[in-house]
């Protein structure tokens, strides 16, 4: 089982990294730099991602492994875009209207149940897909003999696929990226740093909590 509180401890442990990436972050959009501010900010939550992969209360990257940012940015990114690409894409093709939401009000794809679903499904979906890329990228170990790594992207991602999606730890996942989305609005309309960046502590979070997922769920572990 995931815990958020050891996701907020292990960034309250050492929290000029993420301060850090905060202001970099704000100082790249003011200079109409804000793609570079995304990988920065991808790369930070990937970096928090592979920390979660070691230890529950492994802090973020420390200060002096900043500059592996911009490099784990675009594998962030990357990554992240080829997952959505590969869950959105196919998804598109399968959930059109097939004639029938006129007899069912509730089917209407427009409907904010059907919505929602099919939104927890594209992110969960998505997300097994980046932790399968990510893995089939870095050399992995495990707890015990009996969790042994599965070989090639496709086995991972089959891996992940198999649990369900909303048990206790899909659930926190769940409420995590529902605050991070909440908070987006605030990197255009808030004017202060750490206020406009909210959905970035939510993002390294989410992450956190998502390396715990694979960590503990699965029994993968950087080696």
């Not at 890329?133 to 009996?146: F, I, K, M, N, P």
């Not at 960046?197 to 909590?209: T, V």
Request: contains cysteine; charged residues 10%; glycine residues 6%.
């Amino acid at each position: 089982m995931i815990r958020i509180s050891s996701a907020f401890t292990s960034l309250a442990r050492d929290p000029f990294p993420f301060l850090l990436t905060v202001l970099a972050c704000h100082f790249l959009q003011m200079h109409s730099w804000g793609w570079l501010a995304y990988l920065v900010a991808a790369g930070f939550c990937v970096s928090v991602f592979e920390q979660a992969l070691r230890a529950d209360l492994a802090p973020p990257p420390r200060s002096k492994n900043l500059p592996r940012t911009a490099y784990l940015g675009c594998l962030g990114s990357f990554g992240l875009w080829v997952a959505a690409v590969l869950t959105i894409v196919p998804l598109s093709l399968i959930f059109q209207p097939l004639g029938w939401q006129d007899y069912l009000p509730l089917a209407s794809w427009d409907h904010p149940v059907i919505q929602s679903l099919l939104t927890v499904l594209m992110v969960w979906i998505t997300q097994s897909m980046f932790a399968a890329l990510y893995l089939a990228c870095v050399r992995v170990g495990s707890h015990s003999q009996a969790s042994r790594p599965l070989n090639g992207l496709f086995s991972f991602l089959f891996r992940f696929l198999a649990s369900p999606p909303l048990d206790g730890s899909g659930l926190r996942l769940v409420l995590l990226f529902l605050a991070l989305v909440a908070c987006q609005p605030l990197l255009v309309n808030s004017q202060q740093s750490f206020i406009q960046y909210a959905s970035l502590f939510f993002a390294s979070l989410y992450a956190h909590c998502l390396g715990q997922y694979v960590r503990k769920g699965h029994g993968f572990e950087i080696s």
